[in-house]
């Protein structure tokens, strides 16, 4: 395990390696226990280099078993060889020379998931971000590109499938039982991207012909038994592949492409060159185990992993600071990819919501950082809702400002100009500049201020003249080692409603930059004057979430009902009740507390009811538009002194009175909406059943009885309803009969499926109050529990310190305590996994103050614990500062 060594890494520091290793290739010996690594690499000094440079490459724990040069066996002087770190300084005076180093590594005691290791007995590796050095000594930086050869010697018993990047050269028969495959990838490519899969693993098999007519052979491996489970999956890459080449004329390059599912994993999935290895969550798929996000999040996964070839490794990142320039534009190429094949506005709506519960709370707490750090300890803690969605959100406002087709200009430059290259994140941007004749300057701000702006907007408008007058000021707030910040250049997209709900039309602008429906505010205030607007419009402001901000505008309750009902941006109709949703929370929470009764407002109430029956919107928007906020967004708008008590009440009173006043008109709409004939997972269904459940849940509520979840349970033919009724159930009803007799059938029957049984642990993680410690408490001794995998960690520990505010913030602490029992213990294993689980203390400053103690009493005890990773220290140390 890397513990702290209180290095940093720093992004002036970047300097290009003396050396360069342009091909590699590689011979795996599997075994379990002793797996031999020999590792031919082709060294290359980089010209103006001193002849007596050392070489210097990095390891990870490594067993050094032989090392030769040119051919001839390198004596002992001649090198420094640690765990860590392989230091030759016998360097040949010639400018190419070839290293060979053998190393011997344990894969089945790699529990770290790092590097190679085994997945219910199948070998695979993990290389991204630092992995690669715990296989070999190499350069392990992103911008060393080598082709690579690989030969896979394995049992053929034990691992009959041999996979490896690129293309398939030969395989055969070896004596003893034992065969080889041989793989070799022309894409020069870094270490980060390399993988090895040896297993005994069922598959599925389909083609693709690229658009210039290039046949692509594909694969998705998966545990056999499961093969009718990857269907959708292959379906999902195919769309993918078509999908890239019509929107970004991007072709597949090489003659195979294959998926492997593997049951643990650290993170979803990962796009090496030609052989992307995923989490099985993101693969396997039916109707009976699978609900309809889960079908969501595997195409949104496989069209990620897929987009990767081109944006990250034809193209990769010259360093990690630079992690955004491959994340960030992948995440918006699958945002896109999504919205296209199901419904734009739902979608949009989706990843907002995501962005504010996920990124807002990181951007504004003591892990802040900018979409593209400049310093850090332990890179693996910066595949962060930041670099991710965050820096999606960048390149989203890219294509604001400079309109589709300048955007899809610089992107082709990009392509074209960077293809094979390791670049950063100036490069990208330099290439819409370029094309459009705008400067970027300040615009780049965005990759380099942390912090979520405040933009604050007050309206005037007088009838006499005219005039519509819009003031509008930013402030960046202060974030972890930058306290004064610069005003960014943030796109607004726009409407005026008159007041029959029309767009209005407008005359002369001045104040700002505004064009495309688009105003470009640039200053810390400005003041825009409209001109020729009749009558006092509504603004709507911040159209489909242009900039990834907090908005406070002067609307008043009847305009935000007014944009509810009428604007022609979904986005924004969906944004006014959900604002309005949101201030009534907080006044009722804090009327809670006060002991005093929730009064809510009627018109709120009918808005709500009424958007449930307008069958002129699609039910997967209703369904949205009537998903009450989250406890954890209500609490992240209060911001500081924040009871979830309080907040868990006013929540269950506005759901109350809602369903209650509702109830006839969403039985009608229930039954309305109940499925017949088979089930399909495509969006429109998806979308009824969404809103069937988020109404079962008022409804339930409202009769203050599970008979209804109950039978939606009982008879369900899909795991989406039968998983929703579950919920409404054991959220609502906890003690209840009904519930414990559901989530007994629900464990006898998926008993020995873990991915399903995730959405068991999930549902009861995050039962609100107090008493769900204790039940978290004894799953960690289910059959089905493993601090072992990380899917079963995340479902069961990670949703309740991160979805469960009534109980992991309890007040005693004991919440706090639990988990930093697990991260400790997980420590010692999966140091990456129990860092993850620790960003759930991130927002403890905004509790009250008997919480906060009790949370940094949690936190000081982790800290004291001497022999930390790197990964937790980092995520423990600045949560503290
Ligand atoms: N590049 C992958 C994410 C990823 C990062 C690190 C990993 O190591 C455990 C695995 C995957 C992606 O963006 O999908
Ligand atoms: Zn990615």
Redesign the pocket.
Known sequence: MRTDTGQVFRLEDYRPSDYRITHTDLLFRLDPHATLVTAKLTVERRDGVAANAPLVLDGDGLVLESLGLNGAPLAGEGYTATPDRLEIRAVPAEKFFELEIVTKVSPVTNKA??GLYQSKGNYCT????E?FRRITYYLDRPDNLSTFQVRIEARKAEAPVLLSNGNPVEHGDLADGWHYAVWHDPFPKPS?LFALVGGDLGSIHDTFTTASGRKVALGIYVEHGKEPLATYAMDALKRSMRWDEERFSREYDLDVFNIVAVSD???????NKGLNIFNDKYVLADPETATDVDYAGIEA?IA??YF?NWT?NRITCRDWFQLCL??GL??YRDHEFSADQRSRPVKRIAEVRNLRSLQFPEDQGPLAHPVRPRRYKEI?NF?TSTV?EKGSEVVRMIHTILGPEKFRAGMDLYFERHDGQAVTIEDFLACFAEVSGRDLTQFALWYHQAGTPRVTVTTSHDPATGDFEVNISQTVPPTPSEAVKKPMHIPLAFGLLGPNGDEMEMGSVEGAEVNDGVIHLTAASQTIRFRGVGSRPVLSLNRGFSAPIVLNQDLTKEDRLFLARHDSDLFNRWEALNSLFVEALIAAAAREKEGKPHDFDAALVEAAIEIAGNDGLEPAYRALALSLPSEADVAREIGNDVDPDAVRAARDALRREIGGKGRDAFRRIYDQHADSGPFSPDAASAGKRSLRNVLLDYLAAAEAAPELAALQFETANNMTDRAAALTVLAHQFPEHEATRKALAAFDARYRDNGLVMDKWFVVQATIPGAATLERVKSLTAHPAFSLMNPNRVRSLVGAFSSGNQTGFHRADGAGYQFLADIILSLDRHNP?VAARLATAFRSWRSMEEVRQLEARKALERINAEASLSRDVKDIVERTLA
């Open positions: 998931l790092m993990q290389c991204e971000a992995g980060y994993f650290n993170m979803g999935a990962m796009e996964v990620h992993e990767h990250g491959k994340e992948t995440v693996n595949y991710y990456q």
